[in-house]
């Protein structure tokens, strides 16, 4: 099987910052596209960020400038830097992976637990 575990969320400041990492385990041959999602209070889940292997890089319109996601392949981990952080930034975010578990077949998706992320005064 294959494990995603988040860390890093919490409770910020406007204007303040957080890391959100993630790291993925078990049968792991490799990994494609990796990325954020969030789901904020009677919202529905959206993307927030991906990064491919390669490290091509997507962000959502309101993210843009201010959140910056990266990976470390080696290690099977995606970060996401969140900064300048605004009250409706608010959501449990959850990391998500594209696994290949062998040399060959497809891949499969995969997904974090979540971890609250509050941005308040």
């Known amino acids: 099987q294959v494990q995603l575990v988040e860390s890093g969320g919490g409770l910020v400041q406007p204007v303040g910052s957080l890391r959100l990492s993630c790291a993925a385990s078990?049968?792991?041959?490799?990994?494609?596209?990796m990325g954020w999602y969030r789901q904020g209070p009677g919202k529905e889940r959206e993307l927030v960020a991906v990064i491919s292997s390669g490290g091509a890089t997507t962000y959502a319109d309101s993210v843009k400038g201010r959140f910056t996601i990266s990976r470390d392949n080696a290690k099977n981990t995606v970060s996401l830097q969140m900064n300048s952080l605004n009250p409706e930034d608010t959501a449990v975010y959850y990391c998500?992976?594209?696994?290949?578990?062998?040399?060959?077949?497809?891949?499969?998706?995969?997904w974090g637990q979540g971890t609250q992320v509050t941005v308040s005064s």
């Open positions: 998500n992976a594209n696994v290949r578990k062998y040399l060959v077949g497809r891949s499969y998706t995969y």
């Open positions: 078990g049968t792991i041959f490799s990994i494609d596209a």
